[in-house]
């Protein structure tokens, strides 16, 4: 008899003996697969937090935006902002000081009394009503606003903004210098 009637046949003279090297292959390259795919569902929630945050971001400038304009139409409109003038306009640490007091005392720390801007914030998808403070500026203290343009008798005010968007980590703080 030849070892291929004894494979085919009956007898047991040449059975090989399996020694598992698929299995091991197989489960090596079902981690590698599991491992990928743990790594792109990590990288997709960190995307999606980091869009989350540029939306709330998004929301509290527009915010901000739209409390400006509400407090330059005041100022077109004739209304007095007051004479207050604060001694560190550009610090954002005073300003961050000036929310963290009273909102509508405005003295407690030398700050101009804060406004909120009315709006829906459950419509607008933000956290909290935008306030602004407005200020008027000494007179002689700025020039003029464009290389040609001349000296006006206008009064010149700053405007500054707190707004924040969907929650309180996103605050954006803006600040203008308007004459009407």
């Known amino acids: 008899m030849s070892a291929r009637t004894d ?3 009956k007898g047991r003279c040449c059975v090989r003996r399996q020694r598992g090297a698929v299995l091991v292959i197989g489960l090596v390259l079902l ?3 599991t491992l990928l795919s743990v790594g792109g569902l990590r990288g997709t929630g960190m ?3 980091m869009a ?9 400038f527009q915010s901000a935006e739209s409390a400006l304009r509400a407090a330059e139409a005041i100022l077109v409109a004739g209304t007095s902002a007051g004479s207050l003038a604060v001694a560190d306009p550009g ?8 929310w963290a007091a009273d909102p509508t005392a ?3 720390t030398g700050c101009p009394p804060a406004v909120e801007h009315a709006v829906d914030t459950a419509a607008w998808g933000i956290d909290a009503v935008p306030e602004y403070r407005m200020e008027r500026l000494r007179a002689g203290n700025y020039g003029s606003l464009a290389a040609d343009e001349a000296m006006a008798s206008a009064p010149l005010y700053r405007i500054t903004v ?14 203008s210098t308007f004459r009407p």
Do not use: H, K, P, Y
Request: glycine letters at 12%; a negative charge.
């Open 7 to 9: 494979i085919l046949g």
């Open 31 to 33: 981690m590698v697969i």
């Open 47 to 49: 995307q999606e937090r």
């Open 52 to 60: 989350s945050n540029l939306r709330d971001r998004n929301l509290a």
């Open 91 to 98: 610090d954002l640490g005073f300003w961050e000081d000036c």
């Open 106 to 108: 405005g003295t407690a």
């Open 162 to 175: 707190r707004a924040v968007g969907g929650t309180q980590d996103s605050v954006v703080v803006l600040q």
